[in-house]
């Protein structure tokens, strides 16, 4: 599929780098050198996909993160030098939907934009007569992309919407990391085990009563997770 993706980075020749090989496979790339250029570029393209540096001047990726979540639910993934935990977790916080570690291989990039946006399309085109997802007192609208408990209706963001989905399709199956993984965001590897984990800590955080004693997504030990059925 054809998409507009940025690429906000102050090394223009990781940059061009990357510019190159996502032009090579169709895509339409805007670079930005700065956090302000890349917001401006956000307001004022139809973006599919952003790929984000978090050491940027005027603006870091974080704060960028941030400021286009509140406006888009485009996939997010976070470039950084920083092998740090802590700004992995506050990435995904903010909102992106993956993270990856400088130095990198731009074929891993171009593997990780492709199965996003691949993901990311199949599901904005799913079937009426299969648009609503229902376990307890959630109910998932695959069409709008919302979420609403009780009532109430919950901000995702597009990786906390495809794992839910993902799950809430087969209430009471148990999914491994892996198959999670790969189901919405392609190639599993070791360190994402961690990514996913934050993702799922994330929506226990907006969907559960009390997130420390999980009544929905359910941690099976050395398996994956699951999706409660609830109980009348």
Do not use: W
């Not at 940027?56 to 920083?82: C, W």
């Not at 109910?139 to 919950?154: A, H, T, V």
């Not at 087969?170 to 990391?177: C, I």
């Amino acid at each position: 599929m054809t998409a507009n993706i940025m690429v906000a980075e102050d090394d223009y020749d990781i940059s061009d780098l990357l510019k190159m090989y996502l032009e090579c496979e169709g895509y339409t790339v805007f670079c930005a050198e700065n956090g302000l250029k890349a917001l401006e570029i956000a307001d004022q393209n139809d973006l599919q996909l952003a790929l984000l540096d978090i050491m940027m001047p005027e603006m870091d990726g974080l704060a960028l993160t941030q400021k286009i979540r509140s406006k888009s639910n485009i996939p997010i993934i976070i470039l950084s030098a920083r092998n740090m935990l802590n700004d992995k977790i506050l990435g995904l916080n903010l909102g992106a939907d993956d993270y990856l570690t400088k130095p990198f291989n731009p074929l891993e990039v171009v593997a990780k934009v492709k199965a996003i946006l691949r993901r990311t399309y199949q599901l904005s085109h799913v079937s009426e007569d299969s648009s609503l997802l229902v376990v307890g007192e959630l109910i998932l609208d695959l069409n709008s992309f919302i979420l609403k408990k009780d009532g109430m209706e919950i901000t995702l963001t597009p990786t906390e919407f495809k794992i839910l989905s993902l799950i809430m399709r087969s209430p009471g199956r148990v999914f491994t990391k892996e198959q999670i993984y790969e189901a919405v965001s392609g190639e599993f590897f070791e360190n994402d085990a961690n990514t996913l984990m934050v993702h799922i800590s994330k929506l226990r955080s907006k969907i559960e009563d009390n997130p420390q004693s999980p009544a929905y997504i359910k941690t099976i030990r050395g398996l994956g997770y699951k999706i409660e059925k609830q109980k009348k």
